[in-house]
T-cell receptor
Framework: AQSVSQHNHHVILSEAASLELGCNYS??????LFWYVQYPGQHLQLLLK??????LVKGIKGFEAEFIKSKFSFNLRKPSVQWSDTAEYFC?????????????FGTGTKLQVIP | SQTIHQWPATLVQPVGSPLSLECTVE??????LYWYRQAAGRGLQLLFY??????ISSEVPQNLSASRPQDRQFILSSKKLLLSDSGFYLC???????????FGEGSWLTVV
């Protein structure tokens, strides 16, 4: 069965600091990869996704993620965080299973950006 | 464009009472539908998924059930709630031809 690990449960950064959130998955086959974000009081939103092609994926609000197949990783990065990036971030892996998307989420990383 | 809505947004129910959370999707047909539960420190757990009307699959054994009476309607139910059913429930959908899951606003359930 697939699994997703997010190693940082809580990250605190000052504004303008660089961000990297780790995500590793375990599955030997073809997967699709996602990062979702949940801002305080809001619903879960898609931040970026990787299906195929260029392993460096750019998402909304200046976020990007790099798929490294050999490391089974899909780390999320942002060069300079803002206070408005305070949110919980979820990595997810999906594969097609019997006609539906079997999606497994990580446990989430809470990011707190201090002004 | 496609939209997904679920309600109620918050719910406080006594132990042993029934539950009904409803979710509807607009702007698409024959979506895959999902119910997730988000528990603190445990990420998002898939509870049920449906690939069509009346087709429900359960991922984990539990005190809950799901039904899909119409193409774009997905209902999460319980006959008798337990304290452990408290949590944040998310409905989601995906197109069979895409691979992205989109989530509703979520429903906070507190069982007292």
């Amino acid at each position: 069965a697939q699994s997703v690990s997010q190693h940082n449960h809580h990250v605190i950064l000052s504004e303008a600091a660089s961000l990297e959130l780790g995500c590793n998955y375990s599955y030997g086959g073809t997967v699709n990869l996602f990062w979702y974000v949940q801002y305080p009081g809001q619903h879960l939103q898609l931040l970026l996704k990787y299906f195929s092609g260029d392993p460096l994926v750019k998402g909304i609000k200046g976020f990007e993620a790099e798929f490294i197949k050999s490391k089974f990783s899909f780390n999320l990065r942002k060069p300079s965080v803002q206070w408005s990036d305070t949110a919980e971030y979820f990595c997810a892996v999906s594969l097609n299973s019997g006609g539906y998307q079997k999606v497994t989420f990580g446990t989430g990383t809470k990011l707190q950006v201090i002004p | 464009s496609q939209t997904i809505h679920q309600w109620p947004a918050t719910l406080v129910q006594p132990v042993g009472s029934p539950l009904s959370l409803e979710c509807t999707v607009e702007g698409t047909s024959n979506p895959n539908l999902y119910w997730y539960r988000q528990a603190a420190g445990r990420g998002l757990q898939l509870l049920f998924y449906s690939v069509g009307i009346g087709q429900i699959s359960s991922e984990v054994p539990q005190n809950l059930s799901a039904s899909r009476p119409q193409d774009r309607q997905f209902i999460l139910s319980s006959k008798k709630l337990l304290l452990s059913d408290s949590g944040f429930y998310l409905c989601a959908w995906s197109s069979t031809s895409w691979n992205t899951i989109y989530f509703g606003e979520g429903s906070w359930l507190t069982v007292v």
